[in-house]
C-alpha cells in the first residue's frame, strides 16, 4: 500500500509536497487527463486505507475514494490535454502539459512534485521522479485516482453524445467493441488520428475514395 514515506523524505509537513499522475496516454480517442494533491500531515488513517493506485481499486471503491478526496480533505487541481494538443505535440508531451495545467489550479504553488514515472517533466518546481510512484506515494496515488475518475466521468459524457464506440465502458480504449464501431460508424473528431488503429482506418477510407 501507498505511504507517505517519499513526502516525508521531501521535507513534508514542513514543506508542500504534491503528488502528480495522469491517466489516458493509452486510448484512440479522448483527452489526457492529469491530477496533483497536496495533503495536510494529519490525514485520517481511515481515508488513508482507501488510497491506493487507482488501476487496483474496483469502480465502486475508486468512486468512493474521489469522492473523500474532492471533499475538502486535500488540496487537488485537475488538468488536461485535449486530442488536438496530443496529435500536435505527441501524446508524451500532452501528458506533460496536462500536468502543469493541473499544478497551476492547486491554490498555491508546492516546494516539491512527486511524478509518477521516469520521463522529467518540465515544472515551475522542484520534481522528482518516481517509477511505479501510484504504488509507493498516497500523494501520487490520490491523484490518479482523482484524474482516472474525472476522464471515465468525462468519456461517459461524450458517450452519450457518441453512443456507438461505448466509452461509458470502454474509456476510449481500442477494445473489440470500438474497434468493430469504428469500422461501421467511422472516426470521430474525439479519435486520436496518429493512433494506429485510427490512421489505418482513415488510410483505408482514403483509399477506397481515391
Known amino acids: 500500500m501507498p505511504d507517505f514515506r517519499y513526502e516525508y523524505e521531501n521535507g513534508a509537513p514542513e514543506r508542500f509536497v504534491a503528488g502528480l499522475d495522469e491517466v489516458g496516454r493509452g486510448p484512440i480517442a479522448g483527452p489526457v487527463v492529469a491530477a496533483c494533491v497536496i ?10 486505507s482507501m488510497i491506493d493506485d487507482s488501476k487496483k481499486l474496483s469502480p465502486m471503491r475508486r468512486l468512493h475514494a474521489f469522492q473523500a478526496l474532492t471533499g475538502g480533505v486535500c488540496h487537488f487541481g485537475v488538468g488536461a490535454a485535449s486530442v488536438h494538443e496530443i ?53 501520487i496515488a490520490a491523484a490518479s485516482i482523482i484524474a482516472k475518475v474525472t476522464r471515465d ?16 465502458r470502454n474509456a476510449g480504449y481500442g477494445t473489440a467493441t470500438h474497434l468493430q464501431a469504428l469500422k461501421s460508424v467511422g472516426v470521430c473528431r474525439h479519435h486520436r488520428r496518429g493512433f494506429a488503429p485510427v490512421s489505418a482506418m482513415l488510410a483505408q477510407a482514403e483509399r477506397l475514395g481515391a
Not at 39 to 48: A, E, I, R
Not at 132 to 138: F, H, V, W
Not at 153 to 168: C, S, V
Open 39 to 48: 495533503f495536510p500531515h494529519d490525514l485520517p488513517l481511515s481515508l488513508q
Open 87 to 139: 496529435e500536435t505535440l505527441n501524446v508524451g508531451k500532452a501528458s506533460h502539459l496536462a500536468m502543469r495545467r493541473a499544478l497551476k489550479r492547486l491554490p498555491f504553488l508546492p516546494h516539491v512534485a512527486l511524478v509518477d514515472g521516469k520521463a522529467r517533466v518540465d515544472l515551475p518546481c522542484e520534481v522528482r521522479m518516481i517509477i511505479k510512484g501510484d504504488q509507493s506515494s498516497l500523494s
Open 153 to 168: 466521468q468525462l468519456m461517459e459524457k461524450l458517450a452519450r453524445r457518441y453512443d456507438a464506440y461505448g466509452w461509458e
